[in-house]
T-cell receptor, first 114, second 112 residues
Framework: EPEVTQTPSHQVTQMGQEVILRCVPI?????FYWYRQILGQKVEFLVS????????KSEIFDDQFSVERPDGSNFTLKIRSTKLEDSAMYFC????????????FGEGSRLTVL | SQELEQSPQSLIVQEGKNLTINCTSS?????LYWYKQKYGEGLIFLMM?????EEKSHEKITAKLDEKKQQSSLHITASQPSHAGIYLC????????????FGTGTLLAVQP
């Protein structure tokens, strides 16, 4: 069964460092998303991406965050200068050609900022 | 903005017992999704409901969406330890980008 894969599974970084989280969505999917979950809290929407551009973003997704689809397979989330409060599990998700239907989520990347 | 409230927040049941988890939306739902999450892992899709009054079942799990499309319930019959985890309802509030807003989650523990 096709799946969304994320790397790294866990990253520890120092405050102020740049971090890139990588995702490989399901190959024929067209809509891509990043969500985050701070420990013990809700899963929160960060950004959606379609046709090589951001289609929607939340208030959380400020200038420190950026997304990119550098080639035909990868979808990345970059945090330019990490803060302690960026520590969370980051989930990538993708959606197929229909505009309704299930989002397929990856296993997540745990980011710890020290 | 749309808010989803789940109840109960946590639940401990004996294996074999039935249970129900509720999800209430502050606005009409265009689509209601149920996901399951094991601690520290990704979200696994269970079911999606769109029409008022709709009901879907998969194995021992049944989900319903009320006629007004503001409340959904997830019912597990004869619970098993494999049902343990965090159950999340998600709403496609705008119907535009399939951005899901998630509820607060219900932690289910099943005691053998």
């Amino acid at each position: 069964e096709p799946e969304v894969t994320q790397t790294p599974s866990h990253q520890v970084t120092q405050m102020g460092q740049e971090v890139i989280l990588r995702c490989v969505p399901i190959s024929n999917h067209l809509y891509f998303y990043w969500y985050r979950q701070i420990l013990g809290q809700k899963v929160e929407f960060l950004v959606s991406f379609y046709n090589n551009e951001i289609s929607e973003k939340s208030e959380i997704f400020d200038d420190q965050f950026s997304v990119e689809r550098p080639d035909g397979s990868n979808f990345t989330l970059k945090i330019r200068s990490t803060k302690l409060e960026d520590s969370a599990m980051y989930f990538c998700a993708s959606l197929g050609t229909g505009r309704t239907g299930e989002l397929f989520f990856g296993e997540g990347s745990r980011l710890t900022v020290l | 903005s749309q808010e989803l409230e789940q109840s109960p927040q946590s639940l401990i049941v004996q294996e074999g017992k039935n249970l129900t988890i509720n999800c209430t939306s502050s606005k009409t739902l265009y689509g209601l999704y149920w996901y399951k999450q094991k601690y520290g892992e990704g979200l696994i899709f269970l079911m999606m409901l769109q029409k008022g009054g709709e009901e879907k079942s998969h194995e021992k799990i049944t989900a319903k969406l009320d006629e007004k499309k503001q409340q959904s319930s997830l019912h597990i019959t004869a619970s098993q330890p494999s049902h343990a985890g965090i159950y999340l309802c998600g709403a496609d509030g705008s119907g535009a980008t399939n951005k899901l807003i998630f509820g607060t989650g219900t932690l289910l523990a099943v005691q053998p």
